[in-house]
């Protein structure tokens, strides 16, 4: 009895799973994680049910073989007490149910062979003819054969294709190549069930200035060290902010402003990165980074924009609709924003997790970048080739992009952050209560002291020494016994001692971090070494595999170039009799505080509010021309540039059309051709302006040579950062192949660039006069 009902119990599941599973398999839609499973074809389904049957036949046979050797006298010898007899039912009986089951397997067969004929029949171009596709040979897809024959040797490497419907057949991979991907043409018999077109998209709803910061710090969440000191720093800053934003919407006098979605991943922060700021926010480590990250979320807050704050990878690809699986498929449905504000870090997650969809909307991507990345780095292929490839660079996204701290090149967009800003009665307690005696060291971590003890020791003589160094159980021993430490300070103690002191003192590291605009704004003066030679990648450890070439000459480049003297010495501590009198000059000196408006709450406001208006890199530009494609009417146009007056540079042409639109306005545009050992930042510098690497396509025509009479035996259209420019010994002009190549950075002896320069707002460097 067991025997028989085993068999029934087998054959009835086998019917279920076979059969009944396949015709009530669950569509897409039922579970995000569900494989679709579709109705097999009537040659699979009767296959199935013959192997059935034949199971059937072969249990038939075996229970014969059972029935002869029971009346077999050896089947019996020594078994008798373990199996007896009257346990077995008679085999005629057993074979009488076998022939029974197999009857009605039969039965169903040929029902089913029935509806599956009728089906066919009826719906021979449905979605039913899922394995007889053949693959399109469309010239306009021609990466269409090779995609699918991955597809076919790779389609279950990543769970997300199975979500999208893929199981194995031509016409899942078909299907998937064309209507989730884009490298397959639509399948013709597909038309009749594409989906109604989307509804248009609701109107802009228009920005308005906030007047509350409460609502962003529930935004920012909470469960780290860094997001704790992230809120605090708003919260000080809160007053400052919303008179700015007051200040600002006067300015723009009702403008209109559509409201961004925004989405802001702060990259460093995720577990997956390894969040080592977090840890050190308690133990002097670097805060340069947050402080700017809580500077742009305030900004992006108070300018009236729509946003989502995420620190960690699972709530990145929420936010997002990243499919299950490994990130090799497109996202579900289109970005729900407008703008995404990462680091490198994000970066990465967002390529690793957004597939092919990550190619599509990085135009929307704004990267923080503290030191920036120059676009020889930026071009992957040209930083392969050239020898500029690092570990932080090669994202081919247009270099304005990249947001920094500091201006360091116009290649990038410079974000910055703010400094506490002082009133008139602020600035006059603080002239008042200034100790001339009194010095501090910029410096948290005992590392940056180590060594310094003969700069230590000359200011020892004339000034009383404080420092803020971290220590957990003793005095940190790079510290000599001579100098006052009070250990980590909080933000508001920090300032406090600040604006006590005369001196902020710099021993060459951090590079470039915000106490410096802090220590000046409270009235100090800031002493930091000269570098000889420069720091750079190519001598100094710190600046190795970072995506820049540039040559830092001091502790501060902004400092030294933007602020200098009587705010800012710069002196060779190597030398230290120069060392010594900078010293006592320095404290004769009076100076008042001094914040740069670019580093106020409005300025940035102002800053970020341009940018959004104003920078879109989803609208491609038509890439510069080479010779052999110019058509005579092309050759033919006018320059829209004419000499200047005194003939020295080239300006836009007053006759010339202007498009409306063009940010910066070309009202700005100077053209002057660079020294040997120049680059364009320093070339514009030096005539009081800003390189600016948007108008680049203006220069990038044989006929601006001619304009500023430079001749040229050849002219070759070329990858090179360096572009366009001219060798002048031998005659040589050079055109720039590669849009995202044109750079204000960079020099070499050979050759002299065409620069294009333009005006700056006082104060705001990043802006031209008009680009408000």
């Known amino acids: 009895r067991i025997f028989v009902l085993g ?60 029935a002869r050797l029971e009346n077999s006298t050896d089947f019996h010898k020594g078994d008798e007490a373990r199996f007896p007899l009257d346990r077995f039912q008679p085999a005629a009986g057993l074979m009488e149910r076998i022939q029974a ?15 599956l004929r009728n089906s066919l029949l009826n719906g021979k171009v449905v979605e039913g003819r899922r394995d007889q596709c053949e693959v399109p040979r469309d ?69 308005a200035f906030r007047s509350d910061l409460a609502r962003l710090l529930e935004l920012i969440g909470t469960g780290k060290e860094s997001l704790s000191f992230m809120k605090k720093r708003i919260r000080h800053l809160a007053q400052q902010w919303l008179l700015a934003a007051r200040r600002l919407e006067q300015k723009l006098k009702g403008q209109q402003r559509d409201q961004k979605h925004i989405l802001i991943h702060i990259g460093f922060l995720t577990e997956e990165s390894g969040d080592v700021f977090s840890p050190r926010v308690l133990k002097g480590g670097p805060l340069g980074e947050m402080v700017q990250w809580a500077d742009i979320l305030a900004a992006l807050f108070l300018l009236g924009h729509s946003l989502r704050v995420t620190v960690s990878l699972k709530e990145l690809q929420s936010h997002l609709g990243v499919p299950p ?107 008042s209560n200034k100790v001339s005696s009194m010095a501090v060291v910029y410096g948290k971590e005992a590392s940056i002291w180590k060594g310094k003890e003969k700069f230590l020791t000359i200011l020892n003589k004339y000034m009383e020494i404080h420092g803020t160094v971290y220590y957990e159980t003793q005095r940190p021993p790079e510290v000599p016994a001579f100098v006052k430490n009070h250990g980590l300070l909080p933000q508001h103690e920090f300032q406090q001692l600040l604006r006590k002191a005369k001196l902020f003192i710099g021993f060459g590291f951090p590079y470039e971090g915000p106490a410096p605009l802090e ?59 120069e060392f010594e009198a900078a010293i006592k000059t320095i404290m004769r000196t009076q100076v008042d505080p001094y914040l740069p408006y670019e580093y106020t709450c409005e300025g940035m406001l102002e800053r970020i509010h341009a940018y959004i208006q104003h920078q879109d890199f989803c609208t491609t530009l038509s890439p510069p021309l080479p010779p052999k494609a110019k058509s005579p009417a092309m050759q033919s146009l006018p320059s829209p540039l004419a000499l200047s007056p005194n003939a020295t540079h080239l300006v836009w042409s007053p006759s010339a059309s202007r498009d409306p639109r063009a940010w910066p306005p070309v009202d700005s545009l100077q053209v002057w051709v660079s020294e040997t050992r120049h ?17 680049f396509r203006f220069l990038n025509k044989k006929e601006v040579f001619l304009q500023l009479s430079i001749t040229c035996d050849s002219t070759e259209y070329e990858m090179n950062h360096l572009y366009p420019a001219v060798a002048e010994n031998v005659h040589e002009c050079y055109l720039q192949k590669e849009p ?8 070499n002896t050979k050759y002299r660039r065409l620069c294009p320069c333009r005006d700056y707002r006082k104060g705001q460097v990043a802006l031209c006069r008009d680009c408000l």
């Open 519 to 577: 220590a000046i704004a409270n009235g100090c003066v800031f002493l930091q070494a000269r570098f000889n030679p420069p720091h750079s990648s190519l001598n100094h450890e710190f600046f190795r595999g970072k995506p820049t070439s540039r040559e830092v000459s001091s502790q501060h480049p902004y400092a030294e170039d933007f602020i200098g003297k009587p705010h800012v010495w710069t002196v060779d501590y190597n030398n230290s009799e």
């Open 139 to 207: 010239p306009k897809f021609p990466d269409c054969a090779g995609k699918v024959e991955w597809m076919r040797a790779r389609w279950t490497s990543d769970p997300c294709y199975a979500f999208f419907g893929v199981d194995g057949t031509e016409c899942s991979f078909l299907i998937y190549l064309s209507e989730v991907e884009w490298f397959c043409p639509p399948l013709p018999w597909r038309n009749r069930t594409a989906a109604l077109p989307s509804p248009p998209p609701l109107p802009r709803v228009q920005a």
């Open 679 to 695: 680059a364009c930042t320093e070339t514009c510098r030096r005539h009081g302006l800003v390189c600016e690497p948007t108008f």
């Open 740 to 747: 995202l190549l044109f750079s204000c950075a960079g020099y």
């Open 101 to 115: 089951i197999a009857q009605n397997v039969s039965d169903i067969a040929i029902k089913v062979d029935q509806i």
């Open 325 to 431: 699986g490994r990130g090799n498929c497109p996202l579900t449905n289109p970005l729900p924003f407008d703008l995404i504000y990462t680091d490198y870090h994000g970066l990465q997650q967002m390529k690793q997790h957004m597939g092919l969809s990550f190619k599509k909307y990085r135009c929307r991507v704004r990267v923080i970048d503290t030191f920036g990345t120059e676009p020889a780095y930026n071009h992957e292929e040209y930083a392969t080739l050239r020898g500029y490839r690092t570990n932080w660079g090669y994202w081919n996204l247009q270099p304005t992009q990249f947001m920094t701290m500091f201006p360091h090149t116009p290649d990038n967009s410079f974000m910055g952050f703010v400094s506490e800003e002082l009133n008139k009665t602020e600035k006059q307690f603080i002239k």
């Open 7 to 66: 068999i029934g119990f087998f054959t009835l599941c086998f019917l279920m799973t076979s059969l009944g599973g396949q015709f009530s398999a669950k569509r897409l839609g039922d579970s995000p994680f569900t494989i679709r499973t579709e109705v097999m074809g009537a040659l699979e389904s009767r296959g199935v049910l013959r192997r059935m049957s034949d199971m059937l036949e072969m249990l038939m046979k075996r229970m014969d073989i059972l």
